[in-house]
């Protein structure tokens, strides 16, 4: 286990020790699952930010965190097919529930607070059409990906390992895209922060999308970070 973090780190590295640094990622806007593999320096100068304060903040943290009892999970340890099986159980499942109630949230605040709050129009058109493409991802993934790289799992050979290569390379594009479309639901509601004045339903739905944002961050990181890369 690293014992500090510095500049020549990528996000996605540390993540995988310290899956708490998500959330520091996440208030700097710092991309640790798309983009995940370039180090901080490179983040730090393309964002001008002052990178000790971060690394500081970064390793603080981690210095605490190390100290409390964690079950850490070594995905590179994990076997493919046992990852898959996570992938599908725990992060497909998650949007199978969430995503049809969840856009009746947000469909409810445009139609009730559209006209005050005018961004709730591009959130509206934003989360649908997020919708759509996990949708179809997931999909995709589940029929003719994953099927893929179990049977290479079990039976390698070059001709297979080149079909996943293609279609991996694909889906690291729908996660680009995915990735693209929170970011800017995470800006046009100021880092998901309903007004002071704002209804339950309004709170309700905000909380939701970061729980998603997160949700799919991690999932988007296991697939780009782990699976794909250790074949």
């Not at 179809?136 to 049977?151: D, G, M, S, Y």
């Not at 944002?213 to 697939?223: M, P, R, V, Y």
Request: charge should be negative; charged fraction near 30%; aromatic fraction near 8%.
């Amino acid at each position: 286990m690293m014992n500090s973090f510095t500049a020549e780190h990528t996000p996605a590295e540390i993540i995988k020790v310290f899956p708490k640094a998500s959330d520091l990622f996440k208030q700097r806007r710092i991309d640790f699952c798309c983009g995940g593999d370039r180090p901080l320096s490179e983040v730090f100068i393309e964002k001008n930010i002052e990178a000790s304060s971060v690394l500081t903040e970064l390793n603080t943290a981690y210095e605490k965190w190390q100290k409390e009892d964690h079950e850490i999970t070594d995905w590179d340890a994990i076997a493919p097919s046992k990852l898959i099986d996570h992938i599908i159980h725990t992060h497909h499942a998650y949007l199978d529930e969430e995503l049809a109630p969840l856009g009746q949230f947000v469909t409810k605040i445009f139609r009730v607070h559209g006209e005050t709050d005018p961004h709730l129009k591009e959130l509206h058109r934003l989360f649908h059409e997020l919708k759509l493409e996990l949708e179809e991802h997931t999909a995709k993934e589940e029929t003719e990906v994953f099927p893929l790289i179990k049977e290479y799992e079990t039976s390698p050979n070059a001709e297979l390992l080149e079909k996943i290569h293609i279609a991996n390379g694909g889906l690291e594009e729908e996660h680009d895209a995915a990735g693209d479309i929170l970011k800017r639901m995470r800006e046009i509601t100021d880092d998901f922060s309903p007004p002071v004045n704002a209804c339950n339903s309004y709170r309700i739905t905000y909380a939701r999308l970061a729980d998603l944002e997160s949700d799919t961050f991690q999932h988007i990181h296991l697939e780009n970070n782990v699976l794909f890369k250790n074949l």
